[in-house]
């Protein structure tokens, strides 16, 4: 019996639209739909569906999280600044009862002290920080592999 495609959602937080203008010292030069066309090469080589979701507003997002449940099998997320500030997203992922990887283009570590702190990290099954694009393709590969491999572990 051929196994299905599994749908992986990627969720982008604020101003990751302007991706390749905004601060590109710190962000890299590439556009968020560079990144997706990368993510969208690799899916399709490992048999993967992928659907993309941006948004500059929590609510949205929340919503997006909340419907993923119908219909995605696990979710990369980069909530960007609201990675700092969101406990609707953080909610909203556990809601979704699917293993998730957060994936970030710089790493909050070495930089100000607010961003140091994550209020979805105890809620996903893992976080690639600081390599820039390149942090969501081993997203999406990881995500493939907890699903295909070890079977997403349930969280608290």
Do not use: W
């Not at 556009?31 to 569906?49: H, P």
């Not at 609510?59 to 993923?68: M, P, R, S, T």
């Not at 696990?74 to 990887?101: E, K, M, Q, W």
């Not at 990290?121 to 893992?126: A, I, K, L, R, S």
Request: glycine letters at 10%.
């Amino acid at each position: 019996m051929k196994e299905s495609k599994r749908r992986i959602l990627f969720v982008d937080g604020p101003n990751l639209n302007v991706l390749g203008e905004r601060e590109p010292s710190v962000y890299g030069a590439q556009t968020l739909a560079d990144i997706r066309k990368t993510v969208s090469g690799v899916a399709r080589r490992e048999g993967a569906a992928v659907a993309f979701f941006q948004s500059n507003h929590e609510g949205e997002i929340v919503e997006k999280l909340q419907e993923a449940r119908r219909g995605a099998d696990g979710i990369v997320i980069n909530p960007a600044g609201y990675t700092h500030t969101s406990v609707s997203i953080r909610d909203a992922l556990l809601f979704s009862g699917l293993p998730a990887i957060e994936v970030h283009l710089s790493n909050p570590a070495k930089r100000e002290d607010f961003r140091k702190v994550s209020l979805v990290e105890d809620v996903v099954m893992g976080r690639i920080c600081g390599i820039g694009g390149y942090g969501y393709v081993l997203a999406l590969q990881a995500l493939l592999h907890i699903l295909r491999e070890e079977k997403p572990r349930a969280r608290r």
